[in-house]
Nanobody, 116 residues
Framework: QVQLVETGGGLVQPGGSLRLSCAASGSFFSINALGWYRQAPGKQRELVAGISRSGSTNYADSVEGRFTISRDNAKRTVYLQMNSLTPEDTAVYYC??????????WGQGTQVTVSS
């Protein structure tokens, strides 16, 4: 079992930055890959960024070059550094863990609002 708790959301002006954190508890070593998803009102949940067990990363085209995902295995935490934010980045951001047994775990989500 893996539990995920996101922190770091909030209100930021366009062009600003935020860093999201996702702390994992439970069977951390059962995690294969970690990722951040987001869901805006009226839209489907979409992958923002992912990081594999080996540390390789992938990003949605819309955030490439602005967002950076990283993981600290010692702290059992995955981060999403978000720079140059735009109103289109406004969404609820969810942390996700793909487990080695094929199951998935989700956090409760954290709201990010980009507005002047």
């Amino acid at each position: 079992q893996v539990q995920l708790v996101e922190t770091g959301g909030g209100l930021v002006q366009p062009g600003g930055s935020l860093r999201l954190s996702c702390a994992a508890s439970g069977s951390f070593f059962s995690i294969n890959a970690l990722g951040w998803y987001r869901q805006a009102p009226g839209k489907q949940r979409e992958l923002v960024a992912g990081i594999s067990r080996s540390g390789s990363t992938n990003y949605a085209d819309s955030v490439e070059g602005r967002f950076t995902i990283s993981r600290d295995n010692a702290k059992r935490t995955v981060y999403l550094q978000m720079n140059s934010l735009t109103p289109e980045d406004t969404a609820v951001y969810y942390c996700n863990a793909d487990l080695l047994n094929g199951l998935r775990a989700w956090g409760q989500g954290t709201q990010v609002t980009v507005s002047s």
